[in-house]
């Protein structure tokens, strides 16, 4: 079974401050790994594929497949990085996405 | 390039009834998927279409239903919507619908049922 598990509902950091949401994932193939994000009143869009290995908007994300986990990272968390977040996972041979619960982040002041 | 765009934007709907929601993908994109999205179940994977063939299914039941056209344009269709299928529907559209690629959503229809 595939299955995202995301285990910040929310997270609130300072503008500076490094981020990193968690996500960790179960699947017995090689999976793809993606980064959605939904900013507020706009549609949900692609953050940073693993499959790319580039930096979006400074943020970063490493597939490690020894802890199944896929977290995204940011060394400085800026106000316009306040978004919903969504990890999903695409299985062998499937367009099919599973997505996480999704982290809600918030970057104060 | 226009984006993927769906239709109608908000709908209400009694129980008992069905419904059909439209989503036109990206120009020269082949493959469409449909999500749906509520508060307690997030955000779940409910079927893709590809050369008006359904190609990939999620774990829902009869009633959801859907068909794509030969221009790549998708309907889904519920059947005896029950109050459990409020939720937001999201369409998105990929070019092959390879596994790496990048789908691309739609703004959503809000579906209320009463």
């Known amino acids: 079974a595939q299955r995202v598990t995301q285990p910040e509902k929310l997270l609130s950091v300072f503008k500076g401050a490094p981020v990193e949401l968690k996500c960790n994932y179960s699947y017995s193939g090689s999976p793809e790994l993606f980064w959605y994000v939904q900013y507020s009143r706009q549609r949900l869009q692609l953050l940073l594929r693993?499959?790319s290995r580039e930096s979006i908007k400074g943020f970063t994300a490493d597939l490690n497949k020894g802890e199944t986990s896929f977290h995204l990272k940011k060394p400085f968390a800026q106000e316009e990085d306040s978004a919903m977040y969504y990890c999903a996972l695409s299985g062998q041979g499937a367009q099919k996405l599973v997505f996480g619960q999704g982290t809600r982040l918030t970057i104060n002041p | 390039k226009a984006g993927v765009t769906q239709t109608p934007r908000y709908l209400i709907k009694t129980r008992g009834q069905q419904v059909t929601l439209s989503c036109s993908p990206i120009s020269g994109h082949r493959s469409v998927s449909w999500y749906q999205q509520t508060p307690g179940q997030g955000l779940q994977f409910l079927f893709e279409?590809?050369?008006?063939?359904?190609?990939n299914k999620g774990n829902f039941p009869g009633r959801f239903s859907g068909r794509q056209f030969s221009n790549s344009r998708s309907e889904m269709n519920v059947s005896t919507l029950e109050l459990g299928d409020s939720a937001l529907y999201l369409c998105?559209?990929?070019?092959?619908?390879?596994?790496?690629?990048?789908?691309?959503f739609g703004p959503g229809t809000r579906l209320l049922v009463l």
């Open positions: 998105a559209s990929s070019l092959d619908g390879g596994q790496d690629e990048t789908q691309y």
């Open positions: 279409y590809f050369s008006e063939t359904q190609r």
């Open positions: 693993h499959i």
